[in-house]
């Protein structure tokens, strides 16, 4: 079985770009073998693609956006579905394949076959977390790295509103002062007069 990742080579948007890239790169890791299928520079790939994506899963506007992934014939689903089976540590059951021996992933047949109770479930992924992870805890460390890159970036968006809050709250301030300055000098003038 062979997994069909639907791209544009040539797209204008740097968002599906990134999304195509962290497919890629993902399936990468975990050696997966995949086909890239360019959608911009061939039409029969881009006409195929839009005929195989469900339509309860196709945009309002009809036209799939890619990074879309298939496995053969078979549609798996696109960059959203992809990021949710990643963070759900489901991705083998998400792209239809078995997991490799020593993957976190329980087989679909085991899950939806309740081979094991919750409890044993729980025992098992705790031993699993506890015991070496192999390259899916790289990519959760890579990940990491860009959600701490994500949060500095938050955190200096947050300083920089900071400053121009203080920034108003010292021009209102000011003019406030400002105003209680003339209105003492006002009422000098009004005392020197008399």
């Not at 997966?32 to 039409?43: R, T």
């Amino acid at each position: 079985m062979v997994i069909k990742v639907f791209l544009a080579s040539s797209s204008g948007s740097t968002a599906i770009k990134k999304k195509q890239q962290d497919v890629v790169g993902f399936l990468e890791a975990l050696k997966v073998e995949y086909a890239q299928l360019d959608i911009a520079c061939n039409e029969e790939n881009r006409m195929w693609m839009r005929q195989n994506v469900p339509q309860e899963k196709k945009p309002a506007n009809g036209i799939p956006l890619p990074p879309q992934i298939f496995n053969e014939e078979s549609y798996c689903g696109d960059y959203d579905t992809f990021f949710d089976a990643k963070e759900d540590n489901s991705v083998y059951a998400f792209l239809g394949l078995p997991p490799p021996p020593g993957s976190k992933e329980v087989p679909v047949e085991e899950r939806n076959g309740d081979a094991h109770g919750e409890e044993e479930q729980a025992a098992e992924e705790e031993e699993e977390e506890e015991g070496e992870g192999g390259e899916e805890e790289e990519v959760a460390e890579g990940e990491t790295a860009e959600d701490d890159a994500l949060e500095g970036e938050t955190a200096g968006d947050a300083a920089e509103e900071a400053v121009e809050e203080t920034d108003e709250v010292t021009e209102d301030t000011q003019a406030h002062a400002d105003e209680e300055e003339q209105e003492e000098a006002d009422e000098d003038r009004g005392e020197e007069a008399e």
